[in-house]
């Protein structure tokens, strides 16, 4: 393997880590979501460091082609995450619309609106 | 206990909404009006003709607002609430013949149907199809045959309001699969035949991708209702 191969994407996940922390730290990321993100980072530093994983997976899928499996990996990651992201969104709008309900029935009662 | 309360979700429906509350006024239910954040004169014509009237601070859609009226009559402690939509579709006046089975304690829901032969009421071919294929759903899922599974016009008893009061109810556009759900919550349905009129402009289901939207969120939730545990009434 040459350096360039091993370097590369260890530097980006490092960036990766950084960025990730710098975010919680400035409250830009809330530390729950700031968890995951790190799991990512550090499983992405992982198959980094032991590139050689990618080949026997891509081995294990016969298509011999380290890039094919890690876009094929990729586009799952991402699936899920936006499922993940739907999830979220499902029961952040449920609260979001409890919280206009109950402010609704509230403003009435005290007196705020007729 | 309070008595009886009239539930009208609304948004955008100042041409109707006046002459709806003074009619329900005038066979003496409580009206409020849940007005969904409206651009227009909806909550001011509602007030004017005597009704309580609940805001909502940003527009959260059909389901939502009707949900804040079971939450509100839930709160405030009545005994049965009548729904009907604020665009004139529902004749106010059969709301008391709706209530009857509910009062009388041989139904928990009742719904207003368009077609048990009272009135004149010609749905779109898309619709009819969309009623028919509910119809045969909820009869093989449940084994009850509904007439009319897509009405808003209800009248329900405090189990079945406090009920829908929960998270399971739908946001956008609660039909046979709420029904579905009090079916399997082993609530007592009862239809009984309304007037209802056919308003094209303030259809919640026009145009085909929205009627596409809904058979297959309606037929989604259809699904995964079957595979959940549904709490009991």
């Known amino acids: ?114 | 206990m309070k008595e009886t309360v009239a539930v009208i979700p609304a948004f955008n429906e100042e041409k109707h909404i006046y002459d709806i509350v003074k009619k329900l006024k005038g066979i003496g239910l409580e009206v409020v009006v849940i007005d969904d954040c409206s651009h227009d004169e909806t909550a001011s014509k509602a007030l004017s003709a005597g009704a309580s009237v609940i805001r909502h601070i940003s527009n959260m859609g059909y389901g939502a607002a009707l949900q804040t009226g079971y939450k509100y009559a839930a709160m405030n402690g009545y005994s049965y609430l009548v729904q009907l939509d604020g665009d004139g579709q529902h004749e106010p006046d059969c709301a008391g013949s709706l209530l009857e089975p509910v009062i009388a304690k041989e139904a928990d829901l009742c719904i207003g149907s368009r077609f048990m032969g009272r009135g004149k009421y010609t749905p779109t071919f898309l619709r009819s199809f969309g009623m028919m294929f509910f119809r045969l759903m909820l009869k093989a899922l449940t084994g009850k045959w509904v007439s009319d599974p897509t009405s808003g016009f209800q009248a329900m008893n405090r189990k079945v309001f406090s009920y829908l009061s929960g998270d399971s109810f739908p946001d956008d556009y609660p039909d046979a699969d709420v029904i579905f759900m009090l079916l399997k919550a082993k609530a007592v349905i009862k239809e009984v035949p309304v007037t209802m009129y056919y308003n094209a402009d303030k259809s919640m289901h026009a145009g085909l991708a929205h009627n596409l939207y809904y058979m297959l969120k309606i037929n989604l939730l259809l699904i995964a209702y079957c595979f959940k545990r549904i709490r009991k009434l």
């Open chain 1, 1 to 114: 393997m040459q350096n360039t191969q091993f370097y590369a994407p260890v530097l980006a996940t490092l960036i990766f880590i950084l960025v990730t922390v710098w975010l919680i730290k400035n409250e830009r990321l809330k530390e729950n979501f700031g968890v995951f993100w790190i799991t990512i980072s550090l499983a992405m530093l992982l198959v980094a460091v032991n590139i050689r994983w990618l080949y026997r997976i891509a081995l294990v899928f016969e298509t011999y082609n380290i890039a094919s499996i890690s876009y094929s990996l990729a586009i799952f990651f991402l699936f899920l995450l936006g499922l993940f992201f739907s999830a979220k969104m499902s029961s952040y709008e449920k609260k979001l619309k409890n919280l206009t309900q109950e402010l609704a029935i509230l403003k009435k009662q005290a007196g705020t609106e007729k």
